[in-house]
C-alpha cells in the first residue's frame, strides 16, 4: 500500500518559484510498476493535471505550463519533487501527488493520492 | 486542446438513480477513469478502465461506455455520495492527463 505525503512552502511570492517534494512510502519509487505525478485544484475549481514522471525517466507536462515547469526524482530519498517557475496568483491551488500504475507496458490513471498542500501566490 | 465535458450539477432523491455522463472525442479508443471528491478531501478513484470498480468501493458505483460518452451510475443513492465527480482520460497520444469540469451530486 502506497503512501504519499507532500511538503514545501504554503507561500510563494509572486514571480519566484514554487518548490514542493512528494515523499513515497510503501515501495520504492525506482518501481516499474508505478509512475508520478501531480494534479492542482484552483480553489472551487475543478483538478487540473499538471505532469507526470516515469520510471524510464521520461517527463509529460500539461502545454499550459510547460514552459515554467519541472518534475523529478530523487531516488535516494525515494521523492520527486515539482517546481514551478515565474508564479502568479493564477497558480494558487492546492496541489496533490499521485501514483498510478504500470503493467506490461501500460499505465493507468492515479489511484494512490496524497492529502494536498495549499499553496498561495501573493505578496 | 483535448477536453472532457461533464454537466455541472446532477440532483437525485435517496434511494434513486444516478447517472453522470462524460464526452470527449478520444473516448473510443482510450480508457475512463471516474474520481469521487468530497470537500476538503483528495480525490478517490471509484471506476478504473471504463467499467472497473477498486476494491473497496460499492457496488452501486458502475461505469459504462458507449462511443464517445462515459457514464458513472450510482445505484440506490445514498447520502454520503454527495460529492464532486470527475471522469478523467488520456489524450489520444496518451502522454496527457485530462479531467472533466466536474459534476456536483447533490442528494435531495
Known amino acids: 500500500q502506497l503512501q504519499l505525503q507532500e511538503s514545501g512552502p504554503g507561500l510563494v511570492k509572486p514571480s519566484e518559484t514554487l518548490s514542493l517534494t512528494c515523499t513515497v512510502s510503501?515501495?520504492?519509487?525506482?518501481?516499474?510498476?508505478?509512475?508520478w505525478g501531480w494534479i492542482r485544484q484552483p480553489p472551487g475549481k475543478a483538478l487540473e493535471w499538471v505532469g507526470s514522471?516515469?520510471?524510464?525517466?521520461?517527463?509529460y507536462y500539461t502545454s499550459s505550463l510547460k514552459s515554467r515547469i519541472t518534475i523529478s526524482v530523487d531516488t535516494s530519498k525515494n521523492q520527486f519533487s515539482l517546481r514551478l517557475s515565474s508564479v502568479t496568483v493564477a497558480d494558487t491551488a492546492v496541489y496533490y501527488c499521485?501514483?498510478?500504475?504500470?503493467?506490461?507496458?501500460?499505465?493507468?490513471?492515479?489511484?494512490?493520492w496524497g492529502q494536498g498542500t495549499l499553496v498561495t501566490v501573493s505578496s | 486542446s483535448y477536453e472532457l465535458t461533464q454537466p455541472p450539477s446532477v440532483s437525485v432523491s435517496p434511494g434513486q438513480t444516478a447517472r453522470i455522463t462524460c464526452s470527449g472525442d478520444a473516448l473510443p479508443k482510450q480508457y475512463s477513469y471516474w474520481f469521487q471528491q468530497k470537500p476538503g478531501q483528495a480525490p478517490v478513484m471509484v471506476i478504473y478502465k471504463d467499467t472497473e470498480r477498486p476494491s473497496g468501493i460499492p457496488e452501486r458505483f458502475s461505469g459504462s461506455s458507449s462511443g464517445t460518452i462515459v457514464t458513472l451510475t450510482i445505484n440506490g443513492v445514498q447520502a454520503e455520495d454527495e460529492a464532486d465527480y470527475y471522469c478523467q482520460s488520456p489524450d489520444s497520444t496518451r502522454t496527457s492527463w485530462v479531467f472533466g469540469g466536474g459534476t456536483k451530486l447533490t442528494v435531495l
Open positions: 514522471v516515469y520510471s524510464s525517466g521520461s517527463t
Open positions: 510503501g515501495d520504492s519509487i525506482s518501481s516499474s510498476a508505478y509512475y
Open positions: 499521485a501514483s498510478g500504475a504500470c503493467t506490461g507496458g501500460n499505465c493507468y490513471s492515479f489511484d494512490y
